[in-house]
């Protein structure tokens, strides 16, 4: 299971609901209940229908639907500069706020975590690099999805200090490339029981 669909598993929309600002106002004595669709102004009649068996809810006015990760990225305004929702940094709060921790090797956690350090340092054209780093910590984590459960099991303790250690590697540094690329040869290994 990875990051979102635990995210979508254990943090409630309710609970959401409940912490934005400003709270968005439901009846869950109805299922699924009527809500004012908190993005698109002032409701006269409720717009929304949320959804409780699939943690989800959909306007009918603005014909969109939002999921835990998504309604937070939008409730909390954080766009990205393509103009799409930066469900990185919602996914990073909603793990913090809810304590879920991936031990098993999320890469898109990890992948986020270089994403924000390019936007700390906007000196440095971080582009090519991001790319990169995205394609060998994908890579990597689609190779430890492919293997049986017990052996992701047996190889719990080497997956988790792999990633650390690419948590660990600092794009805006000279060495960035050998680095990644040391980190990409390393993992290989450590998945294909070298």
């Known amino acids: 299971m990875n990051v ?3 995210i979508n598993e254990e943090v409630s929309l309710y609970d959401l609901f409940d912490i934005a600002d400003p709270p968005v106002r439901y009846k869950t004595d109805k299922k699924p ?3 004012s669709c908190p993005f698109h102004g002032q409701d006269t009649h409720p717009s929304a229908r949320v959804y409780p068996d699939t943690n989800s809810f959909r306007c009918f006015y603005c014909s969109k639907s939002w999921s835990p990760t998504t309604f937070w990225a939008e409730a909390n305004n954080w766009w990205r500069d393509d103009d799409k929702l930066d469900i990185g940094r919602a996914i990073n709060d909603l793990c913090d706020r809810y304590n879920i ?3 098993t090797f999320d890469w898109q956690r990890k992948f986020y975590h270089l994403k924000k350090e390019s936007e700390e340092e906007p000196e440095v054209e971080l ?8 394609y060998y910590s994908w890579t990597v984590a689609k190779l430890v999805h492919g293997l049986a459960k017990d052996e992701r099991e047996s190889l ?3 997956v988790v200090t792999t990633w650390q250690h690419f948590d660990s590697i600092t794009l805006t540094e000279e060495s960035w490339e050998k ?5 990409y040869e390393d993992a290989k290994l450590m ?4």
Do not use: F, M, P
Request: glycine share 10%; charged share 30%; hydrophobic share 30%.
């Open 4 to 6: 979102i669909e635990r």
């Open 33 to 35: 209940c009527q809500i």
């Open 101 to 103: 921790s991936d031990q």
């Open 127 to 134: 582009g090519e690099r991001l790319s990169l780093a995205d």
């Open 156 to 158: 719990k303790h080497a």
């Open 179 to 183: 680095d990644l690329k040391n980190w």
């Open 191 to 194: 998945v294909n029981g070298g």
